[in-house]
Protein backbone atom coordinates (compact mmCIF):
# COMPACT_ATOMS: atom_id res chain seq x y z
CA UNK A 1 0.00 0.00 0.00
CA UNK A 2 2.99 2.42 0.97
CA UNK A 3 4.99 1.48 -2.21
CA UNK A 4 1.45 2.26 -4.15
CA UNK A 5 1.09 5.41 -2.46
CA UNK A 6 4.93 6.35 -3.70
CA UNK A 7 4.27 5.46 -7.22
CA UNK A 8 0.99 7.50 -7.31
CA UNK A 9 2.50 10.97 -5.81
CA UNK A 10 5.30 10.53 -8.41
CA UNK A 11 2.69 10.45 -11.04
CA UNK A 12 0.39 13.44 -9.91
CA UNK A 13 4.07 15.12 -9.39
CA UNK A 14 4.83 14.09 -13.09
CA UNK A 15 0.96 14.78 -14.32
CA UNK A 16 0.95 18.71 -12.60
CA UNK A 17 4.31 19.24 -14.79
CA UNK A 18 4.28 20.85 -17.88
CA UNK A 19 0.97 19.82 -18.62
CA UNK A 20 -1.24 22.25 -16.51
CA UNK A 21 -3.45 22.57 -19.10
CA UNK A 22 -4.79 19.08 -18.88
CA UNK A 23 -6.27 18.97 -15.33
CA UNK A 24 -5.57 15.52 -13.67
CA UNK A 25 -4.92 12.66 -15.63
CA UNK A 26 -7.37 14.27 -18.42
CA UNK A 27 -9.83 11.58 -20.20
CA UNK A 28 -10.04 8.30 -19.78
CA UNK A 29 -11.83 6.19 -21.97
CA UNK A 30 -12.77 2.82 -19.97
CA UNK A 31 -13.55 0.20 -22.68
CA UNK A 32 -16.39 -2.29 -21.72
CA UNK A 33 -19.08 -4.65 -22.89
CA UNK A 34 -21.72 -2.23 -21.96
CA UNK A 35 -20.22 0.43 -24.90
CA UNK A 36 -17.16 2.57 -23.89
CA UNK A 37 -17.31 4.99 -21.06
CA UNK A 38 -15.09 8.24 -20.90
CA UNK A 39 -14.60 9.84 -17.60
CA UNK A 40 -13.95 13.49 -17.40
CA UNK A 41 -10.93 14.77 -15.41
CA UNK A 42 -12.23 17.96 -16.26
CA UNK A 43 -15.68 17.39 -15.34
CA UNK A 44 -14.60 16.14 -11.82
CA UNK A 45 -12.43 18.09 -10.64
CA UNK A 46 -12.59 21.69 -12.06
CA UNK A 47 -17.10 20.73 -12.56
CA UNK A 48 -17.80 19.59 -9.37
CA UNK A 49 -15.00 20.58 -7.14
CA UNK A 50 -14.12 16.97 -6.03
CA UNK A 51 -9.89 17.14 -5.05
CA UNK A 52 -7.71 14.46 -6.08
CA UNK A 53 -7.82 12.30 -2.68
CA UNK A 54 -11.69 11.83 -2.90
CA UNK A 55 -10.40 8.96 -5.57
CA UNK A 56 -6.92 8.66 -5.69
CA UNK A 57 -5.66 6.03 -5.02
CA UNK A 58 -8.63 3.95 -3.15
CA UNK A 59 -10.41 3.66 -5.50
CA UNK A 60 -8.57 4.43 -8.56
CA UNK A 61 -4.49 4.40 -9.63
CA UNK A 62 -4.19 4.37 -13.36
CA UNK A 63 -5.51 2.76 -16.43
CA UNK A 64 -2.99 0.19 -16.65
CA UNK A 65 -3.66 -0.56 -12.92
CA UNK A 66 -7.52 -0.52 -13.69
CA UNK A 67 -9.16 -3.64 -12.51
CA UNK A 68 -12.26 -3.50 -14.02
CA UNK A 69 -15.74 -4.03 -11.92
CA UNK A 70 -18.98 -5.40 -12.85
CA UNK A 71 -22.31 -2.47 -12.52
CA UNK A 72 -23.53 -4.82 -9.69
CA UNK A 73 -19.95 -4.57 -8.14
CA UNK A 74 -20.69 -0.61 -8.49
CA UNK A 75 -24.34 -0.69 -7.55
CA UNK A 76 -23.25 -2.05 -4.20
CA UNK A 77 -20.55 1.02 -3.87
CA UNK A 78 -17.35 -0.01 -5.82
CA UNK A 79 -16.11 2.06 -8.21
CA UNK A 80 -17.78 5.14 -10.00
CA UNK A 81 -20.48 3.81 -7.77
CA UNK A 82 -19.04 5.03 -4.72
CA UNK A 83 -20.31 8.31 -5.29
CA UNK A 84 -23.00 7.67 -8.32
CA UNK A 85 -25.52 6.26 -5.95
CA UNK A 86 -28.45 8.63 -6.83
CA UNK A 87 -27.26 10.28 -3.70
CA UNK A 88 -24.17 12.18 -4.28
CA UNK A 89 -24.39 12.08 -8.17
CA UNK A 90 -26.56 10.49 -10.41
CA UNK A 91 -27.25 6.58 -10.12
CA UNK A 92 -25.63 3.87 -11.63
CA UNK A 93 -28.92 1.81 -11.90
CA UNK A 94 -30.33 4.04 -14.39
CA UNK A 95 -28.85 7.22 -17.03
CA UNK A 96 -26.96 4.49 -18.42
CA UNK A 97 -26.54 6.99 -21.36
CA UNK A 98 -24.70 9.59 -19.27
CA UNK A 99 -21.90 6.96 -18.85
CA UNK A 100 -22.00 4.80 -21.99
CA UNK A 101 -21.90 6.42 -25.41
C1 LIG B 1 -13.94 11.34 -9.38
C2 LIG B 1 -12.77 10.53 -9.32
C3 LIG B 1 -11.41 11.12 -9.66
C4 LIG B 1 -10.85 12.29 -9.21
C5 LIG B 1 -11.46 13.33 -8.27
C6 LIG B 1 -9.52 12.35 -9.78
N1 LIG B 1 -9.30 11.24 -10.55
FE1 LIG B 1 -7.58 10.78 -11.54
N2 LIG B 1 -8.45 9.08 -12.30
C7 LIG B 1 -9.74 8.69 -12.06
C8 LIG B 1 -10.03 7.52 -12.87
C9 LIG B 1 -11.37 6.80 -12.95
C10 LIG B 1 -8.86 7.23 -13.59
C11 LIG B 1 -8.65 6.08 -14.58
C12 LIG B 1 -7.91 4.95 -13.92
C13 LIG B 1 -8.75 3.75 -13.68
O1 LIG B 1 -9.78 3.61 -14.31
O2 LIG B 1 -8.38 2.92 -12.82
C14 LIG B 1 -7.87 8.21 -13.19
C15 LIG B 1 -6.56 8.27 -13.67
C16 LIG B 1 -5.64 9.23 -13.34
C17 LIG B 1 -4.28 9.28 -13.84
C18 LIG B 1 -3.66 8.27 -14.79
C19 LIG B 1 -4.16 8.51 -16.20
C20 LIG B 1 -4.00 7.30 -17.08
O3 LIG B 1 -4.26 7.45 -18.31
O4 LIG B 1 -3.65 6.21 -16.61
C21 LIG B 1 -3.68 10.38 -13.30
C22 LIG B 1 -2.26 10.89 -13.53
C23 LIG B 1 -4.67 11.04 -12.45
N3 LIG B 1 -5.85 10.31 -12.52
C24 LIG B 1 -4.45 12.19 -11.74
C25 LIG B 1 -5.41 12.86 -11.00
C26 LIG B 1 -5.17 14.13 -10.32
C27 LIG B 1 -3.84 14.88 -10.31
C28 LIG B 1 -6.34 14.47 -9.72
C29 LIG B 1 -6.68 15.75 -8.94
C30 LIG B 1 -6.41 17.00 -9.66
C31 LIG B 1 -7.31 13.41 -10.01
N4 LIG B 1 -6.71 12.47 -10.79
C32 LIG B 1 -8.62 13.39 -9.56
C33 LIG B 1 -10.61 9.28 -11.19
C34 LIG B 1 -10.43 10.47 -10.52
C1 LIG C 1 -21.47 6.51 -13.60
C2 LIG C 1 -21.27 5.94 -14.91
C3 LIG C 1 -22.05 4.71 -15.32
C4 LIG C 1 -23.41 4.53 -15.34
C5 LIG C 1 -24.49 5.52 -14.96
C6 LIG C 1 -23.62 3.20 -15.86
N1 LIG C 1 -22.43 2.59 -16.13
FE1 LIG C 1 -22.16 0.70 -16.90
N2 LIG C 1 -20.14 0.90 -16.66
C7 LIG C 1 -19.49 2.07 -16.32
C8 LIG C 1 -18.06 1.83 -16.33
C9 LIG C 1 -16.98 2.83 -16.01
C10 LIG C 1 -17.89 0.47 -16.71
C11 LIG C 1 -16.55 -0.26 -16.87
C12 LIG C 1 -16.19 -0.77 -15.51
C13 LIG C 1 -14.73 -1.02 -15.34
O1 LIG C 1 -13.99 -1.10 -16.33
O2 LIG C 1 -14.30 -1.12 -14.17
C14 LIG C 1 -19.23 -0.09 -16.92
C15 LIG C 1 -19.49 -1.41 -17.31
C16 LIG C 1 -20.71 -1.86 -17.77
C17 LIG C 1 -20.95 -3.17 -18.35
C18 LIG C 1 -19.93 -4.31 -18.48
C19 LIG C 1 -19.71 -4.95 -17.10
C20 LIG C 1 -20.94 -5.71 -16.64
O3 LIG C 1 -21.48 -5.37 -15.55
O4 LIG C 1 -21.40 -6.61 -17.35
C21 LIG C 1 -22.28 -3.20 -18.74
C22 LIG C 1 -22.99 -4.33 -19.46
C23 LIG C 1 -22.85 -1.92 -18.34
N3 LIG C 1 -21.88 -1.14 -17.77
C24 LIG C 1 -24.17 -1.55 -18.53
C25 LIG C 1 -24.80 -0.45 -17.91
C26 LIG C 1 -26.24 -0.21 -17.88
C27 LIG C 1 -27.28 -1.09 -18.55
C28 LIG C 1 -26.42 0.95 -17.15
C29 LIG C 1 -27.74 1.61 -16.74
C30 LIG C 1 -28.67 0.77 -15.97
C31 LIG C 1 -25.11 1.45 -16.76
N4 LIG C 1 -24.14 0.57 -17.22
C32 LIG C 1 -24.88 2.62 -16.07
C33 LIG C 1 -20.08 3.26 -15.97
C34 LIG C 1 -21.43 3.48 -15.82
C1 LIG D 1 -15.80 10.90 -5.61
C2 LIG D 1 -17.13 10.86 -6.26
C3 LIG D 1 -17.25 10.43 -7.71
C4 LIG D 1 -16.72 9.31 -8.31
C5 LIG D 1 -15.87 8.21 -7.68
C6 LIG D 1 -17.15 9.35 -9.69
N1 LIG D 1 -17.93 10.44 -9.91
FE1 LIG D 1 -18.81 10.99 -11.68
N2 LIG D 1 -19.56 12.66 -10.80
C7 LIG D 1 -19.47 12.97 -9.44
C8 LIG D 1 -20.21 14.22 -9.17
C9 LIG D 1 -20.35 14.88 -7.80
C10 LIG D 1 -20.73 14.64 -10.42
C11 LIG D 1 -21.58 15.87 -10.70
C12 LIG D 1 -22.97 15.68 -10.13
C13 LIG D 1 -23.88 14.88 -11.03
O1 LIG D 1 -23.77 15.02 -12.27
O2 LIG D 1 -24.71 14.10 -10.52
C14 LIG D 1 -20.32 13.64 -11.42
C15 LIG D 1 -20.64 13.71 -12.77
C16 LIG D 1 -20.35 12.72 -13.69
C17 LIG D 1 -20.76 12.76 -15.09
C18 LIG D 1 -21.50 13.92 -15.77
C19 LIG D 1 -20.51 14.96 -16.17
C20 LIG D 1 -19.69 14.51 -17.36
O3 LIG D 1 -18.49 14.24 -17.19
O4 LIG D 1 -20.25 14.37 -18.45
C21 LIG D 1 -20.30 11.59 -15.67
C22 LIG D 1 -20.49 11.15 -17.11
C23 LIG D 1 -19.61 10.83 -14.64
N3 LIG D 1 -19.66 11.55 -13.45
C24 LIG D 1 -18.99 9.61 -14.84
C25 LIG D 1 -18.25 8.92 -13.86
C26 LIG D 1 -17.56 7.66 -14.10
C27 LIG D 1 -17.55 6.91 -15.41
C28 LIG D 1 -16.95 7.33 -12.92
C29 LIG D 1 -16.07 6.12 -12.63
C30 LIG D 1 -14.97 5.86 -13.54
C31 LIG D 1 -17.24 8.38 -11.96
N4 LIG D 1 -18.03 9.32 -12.57
C32 LIG D 1 -16.80 8.39 -10.64
C33 LIG D 1 -18.79 12.27 -8.49
C34 LIG D 1 -18.04 11.12 -8.71
Redesign the pocket.
Known sequence: MLRLMVLFAA??V???GPAMAV????E?V?KNKGGDVT?S?ES??AG?S???Q???PK?????????AVTMKQMEKGQS?GA?HNGKTAFSVKSDCKSCHK
Do not use: D, I, Q
Not at 23 to 26: E, T, Y
Not at 59 to 67: E, G, I, Q, R, S
Open positions: VLLAAVGGGVLFHHVALNCACHLFVNAKKHKCC
